[in-house]
């Protein structure tokens, strides 16, 4: 005799829930009022979220794994909104399109990007935001994202929110106070990458550790592709500015990473402690890489549980500690040069500059493969209506932090 879903024990049918990829969690909620409220009561982990826009274009990328992922971009067509669709794959052929009455593609994405990921059952470890400088483009982005009414649940549990090098600057705590839930963020990062046509890995960052905010850390991280001295130096003179600019009340702290390619199985856990000049040096080297971490003198004992709690100091660029996802994903950003040419906020300089001088004059930057027509697909949920497409138009002023 058949056994109905419904008549299933509840644990085996979260279980179910738990094994089920983000699209068919989100075509299951959709079926009835039961099933939402058992989909909603497993918690499902995304590693990472890209959202991008820049000159009325829109992105929404959603990683659920190593090589897997959900993008939609979204752009203005003569009859609303197109949205190209793609799954874990870059093969032009497999890029899907759709039309959309929509004529405001920021309104579209954030709204579909609520549908999906908008839920206290849905934890999203880095939320990374590219968003063009312009002159009150980021309340533009905050009225989107604000809920509808004062008791509207739309924020989204965000462990860290990136921002990448290009995006504007100075409202960072704005965002967050609006699209996160405070209690789920631990920090936030300005991401860039120092691109370079020798090498594809990322082999070096600098950090830069900024005074916290509400115990949420700030970071800038500079990931870095080139393996030359200038680099070196650059850090060093970077950190050296900092160190002499910072106020009392800081406690500025830089740390230079360098990965070994191929690993040095030979070398053998080492630190040293270098004083030089009411500045301190701590480097430790591994079989791994090694790490560097420059400080004021004066700042050496506040940041000591830190450093005594420092397991593994190379943090995306270990290969070993590092957590798998976050590995593969910071040393493949450099293939955004040749499939996301127009979401570029992330370079510390133009690519076809950097390209340019090294391959020669003739070097052209590719044409984003996402815009290449593919068979029409349903890209847009089902529960996103009218409705849901209305956003809240109260915003204040910025008041800058």
Request: aromatic share 10%; glycine share 4%; with cysteine.
């Amino acid at each position: 005799m058949p056994i109905f879903w419904l008549e299933l024990p509840e644990n085996f049918r979260k279980n179910v829930v738990e094994h089920l990829d983000l699209m068919s969690r989100h075509s299951l909620k959709s079926t009835s009022t039961s099933n939402r409220f058992l989909v909603n009561s497993v918690v499902f982990s995304v590693p990472r979220v890209r959202f991008g826009y820049k000159e009325g274009r829109c992105l929404i990328m959603i990683y659920t794994g190593i090589e897997t992922f959900l993008r939609m971009e979204f752009s203005k067509c003569t009859d609303g909104t197109v949205i190209h669709r793609s799954e874990s794959s870059w093969d032009p052929s497999e890029i899907s399109t759709k039309s959309h009455a929509s004529t405001d593609a920021l309104h579209l994405s954030i709204s579909i990007l609520k549908s999906l990921l908008a839920n206290q059952s849905i934890l999203i470890g880095a939320l990374e935001l590219e968003m063009e400088k312009k002159t009150g483009g980021h309340q533009e982005v905050i009225r989107h994202f604000s809920p509808m009414t004062s008791t509207s649940t739309t924020k989204f549990r965000i462990q860290k929110l990136v921002f990448v090098h290009n995006a504007f600057g100075g409202c960072e705590k704005r965002i967050a106070t609006a699209i996160c839930e405070m209690q789920d963020l631990v920090g936030m990062e300005r991401i860039c990458l120092m691109i370079s046509s020798k090498k594809l890995g990322v082999t070096r960052s600098f950090v830069q550790r900024e005074k916290a905010w509400n115990g949420k850390s700030m970071v800038l991280n500079e990931l870095c592709m080139r393996s030359d001295i200038r680099e070196v130096m650059h850090f060093f003179k970077k950190s050296s500015d900092r160190m002499t600019d910072a106020t009392a009340d800081e406690s500025p702290l830089n740390t230079f990473v360098q990965s070994y390619e191929p690993p040095r199985p030979s070398q053998k856990w080492n630190f040293e402690r270098v004083d030089k000049h009411k500045y301190i040096l701590r480097t430790t080297k591994t079989p791994c890489g090694e790490w560097s971490h420059v400080l004021r003198e004066r700042d050496e004992t506040g940041h000591m549980p830190f450093f005594e709690s420092e397991k593994c100091g190379m943090g995306y660029l270990c290969r070993t500690c590092s957590d798998p996802f976050e590995y593969w994903y910071h040393q493949n950003l450099s293939h955004r040069v040749l499939h996301e040419p127009f979401w570029n906020g992330i370079w510390d300089s133009a690519p076809s500059n950097e390209l340019a001088f090294e391959w020669g004059p003739s070097f052209d930057v590719p044409q984003p493969l996402s815009f290449v027509q593919g068979p029409t697909a349903n890209l847009v949920p089902d529960d996103v209506d009218s409705e849901a497409l209305e956003y809240s138009e109260d915003v204040s002023e910025d008041n800058e932090f």
